[in-house]
């Protein structure tokens, strides 16, 4: 997808595992109110016939309110509901694969973590972003490997792709992040923890205005 991504930019909300679709899809339209930019779906939990209803439901939020929807490693959803695109992991479909399948204008996100080498491989085979992290220790995922706020510095400075950070991030440490340069950040605990989603989603968006 040759996007000129100002759409990979602000708070990319990343949904926690909620077997309970009423709750997850409260929580999901109160970050589209706060003014979330980007939500991906992500279960590794549910079974499939679940999270495909979770995801239906989802997008008819988000489309409601304008906001791309990204799928976690499931290409069958992807294209079962004509999201925007996809997010893969260490361990997910190749990019070749899912753009074969999704075809050429849909999002292909890719999880770097802290490796220079998947940032290039990334980008050779036309990832549309990248994430890297963890950036701080994180609940949701505890052993992941924590990328240097230099290397994302680094990342931002030598390779033209929409870079999202993700992992730990929270109110009190995002301007560390912000100085590197990064415009795009992936929340997960930090709102769906929130006992008040949309003032929480404020907060972070105050927080990472660029002048």
Request: charged share 25%; glycine share 6%; hydrophobic share 35%.
């Amino acid at each position: 997808m040759a996007i000129n991504l100002p759409i990979i930019k602000g708070i990319y909300a990343i949904t926690p595992d909620q077997k309970n679709s009423e709750i997850l899809l409260r929580q999901v339209k109160d970050c589209c109110e706060g003014g979330i930019n980007i939500l991906q779906y992500r279960s590794k939990s549910l079974p499939w016939k679940k999270r495909l209803d979770q995801a239906r439901e989802i997008k008819k939020v988000t489309d409601e309110y304008k906001i791309p929807l990204i799928i976690n490693d499931d290409i069958d959803i992807c294209l079962h509901l004509d999201t925007f695109g996809i997010h893969l992991g260490k361990d997910d479909e190749s990019i070749k694969n899912a753009r074969l399948a999704l075809g050429a204008d849909k999002c292909i996100g890719m999880s770097c973590y802290n490796q220079l080498d998947r940032v290039e491989m990334a980008i050779k085979n036309k990832a549309d972003y990248i994430a890297l992290g963890a950036c701080f220790e994180t609940k949701t995922k505890p052993t992941a490997p924590i990328v240097s706020l230099e290397m994302i510095k680094k990342v931002r400075q030598k390779y033209d792709i929409p870079t999202v950070a993700i992992g730990g991030i929270t109110i009190d440490n995002i301007n560390n992040l912000k100085e590197t340069g990064i415009q795009c950040f992936a929340l997960i605990n930090s709102i769906f923890s929130s006992t008040d989603i949309i003032s929480t989603i404020k907060q972070f968006k105050s927080k990472i205005q660029y002048e």
